[in-house]
């Protein structure tokens, strides 16, 4: 099974920092890996796709890149809505499964 | 507006069972694959089940293979999970999700609690 390991697990930033969330898969994936942010009692909203693919709605600041087995979320100018957990997640062209980074709580410095 | 409404959580002991549905609309529910998916109280996300658009594809997690169903019901446009022979480590918000074309989930429902505990 693919394992995804996400780095760090706890954040700190401040309102207008560049950060950056890294997600590693244990064997390479290609692109097929999403980001989502999640808010305290909330349901998880899509932010990328396809490793780099924005969602419809989803604010320019946010950005994703990699292939293979590393990937990086990069929020380019934080803002109090972003303060959240953040998720990486694989899945593939295949078969409907799918594997989940521990997340990342990006909190406020 | 797409919407994924779940219902059917709650408290039930160890050995029980719990059937969750999730009603779907806002958009065409017989053209997508559905997942279901649970977060354990102060938890990361964990993948559960899958199921595709005619139901000739179903997946599980290993955690819950042979004890939970996933099923649907494209006519009612409804999404099912019976969850028998239930455990502690089974609590946890569950989610319905949708199923992009391009295989990545892209809208979740508000989920609901399960509690397992005697």
């Known amino acids: 099974d693919i394992q995804m390991t996400q780095s760090p697990s706890t954040l700190s930033a401040s309102v207008g920092d560049r950060v950056t969330i890294t997600c590693r898969a244990s064997q390479s994936i290609s692109s097929w890996l999403a980001w989502y942010q999640q808010k305290p009692g909330k349901a998880p909203k899509l932010l990328i796709y396809k490793a780099s693919s924005l969602q419809s709605g989803v604010p320019s600041r946010f950005s994703g890149s990699g292939s293979g087995t590393e990937f990086t979320l990069t929020i380019s100018s934080l803002q109090p809505d972003d303060f959240a957990t953040y998720h990486c997640q694989q899945y593939n062209s295949y078969s409907l499964t799918y594997t989940f980074g521990q997340g990342t709580r990006l909190e406020i410095k | 507006e797409v919407q994924l409404v779940e219902s059917g959580g709650g408290l039930v002991k160890p050995g029980g069972s719990l059937r969750l549905s999730c009603a779907a609309s806002g958009f065409t529910f017989s053209s997508y694959a559905m997942n279901w998916v649970r977060q354990a109280p102060g938890k990361g996300l964990e993948w559960v089940s899958s199921?595709?658009?005619?139901?000739?594809?179903?997946y599980y997690a290993d955690a819950v293979r042979g004890r939970f169903t996933i099923s649907r019901d494209s006519a009612r446009n409804s999404l099912f999970l019976q969850m028998n022979s239930l455990r502690a480590e089974d609590t946890a918000v569950y989610y319905c999700?949708?199923?992009?074309?391009?295989?990545?989930?892209?809208?979740w429902g508000q989920g609901i609690l399960v509690t397992v505990s005697s």
């Open positions: 999700a949708r199923v992009a074309n391009q295989y990545h989930v892209d809208f």
């Open positions: 199921i595709s658009t005619g139901s000739s594809y179903i």
